[in-house]
Each structure stands twice: as structure tokens, then as C-alpha cells.
């Protein structure tokens, strides 16, 4: 694999990459609904909670099991707010342009990887899309839009 600077050099300098500044990269699908799913658990969860606190004390069960059961749904309710948190941070985490070489990819059940080396030496890996994934070959070059942790998209140069 060649990470030698010249390559990165010869991207910088190609007259297609000013043009990458402009590209209009979109979310995968199913981005938004990950968040809104969550945002729907929270709101189950706590109209769950509020009923079977109703219930339990309709029923007069004893104190101990009332406590470890309104637990786990509260349990379940701060768990999807955490869901629901992350899911935000990404929206409004920035797409970032930046010039890398593919040193690696990786496949784990329907779930996909690639390893990004940039100009520095700092290797990041990168969930990103089965279509993508399937594009890309180790050593392409090229530019990767990028948002947190997720590959969005990859321009391959020849370099």
C-alpha cells in the first residue's frame, strides 16, 4: 500500500479537487429514523412507566417489587434517551472533507468498515454503507466525506 506524501500531493493538485468542496453529500438512509425511533422509545417508555406505576399501586403489591420493576422501565427510559442523545450529536456533527488512502476494510455479520490513512499517518476506522464498501479497494486515494465516526462518501483520484 502507498501512503508516500507525493500521492497525497498529486490530489491536493489534481483540477477536479476544488470541485470536492461543492459536493452535496446526503445521509444514508434510515439516519433520520434512528433518532425519531429513539425519540419514540423515550416517549413509550415514560407513558409505559406512568401506567404501570398506576397498576402497581392499584394493586398494592409490596414495595420491593413495585421499586424493581418502575426500575427497569427507567432502566429502559434513560437508555433511550442516551440512544436519543447520540443519535442528535451525530446530526449536528459537520461533514468533513479530507484526503486519505484506504488501508484497510472489514466486514463483521451486514456491518461495514474501512480504515482511512491520512497525510499525517493517523489511521481512523469508519463505519459506512455495504454499497460503499464495495467500491472501495485498499490503496484508492481520493477524498472522504466523513461525519463523526461514518464514511459517507468516497472520490476516488488517480495517484
Known sequence: MN??????????????YPATA??????????????VGHGAAVLFGLVFLLIAITILIDFELPLAVTIIFAGMIL???VNAMAWATRGVQFFRTPIVRQVGVVVRDRAEAETYYVTLQTRDGRRTEFLTSSSLAGRLVVDDIGVAYVKGHVLLDFLRFEG
Do not use: Y
Not at 3 to 16: A, C, G, I, W, Y
Not at 22 to 35: D, F, K, S, T, Y
Open 75 to 77: 432502566l429502559f427510559v
Open 3 to 16: 501512503t508516500d506524501p507525493e500521492r497525497f500531493d498529486r490530489v491536493l493538485s489534481h483540477p477536479e
Open 22 to 35: 461543492n459536493r452535496a453529500v446526503e445521509l444514508p438512509h434510515g439516519a433520520a429514523i434512528a433518532v
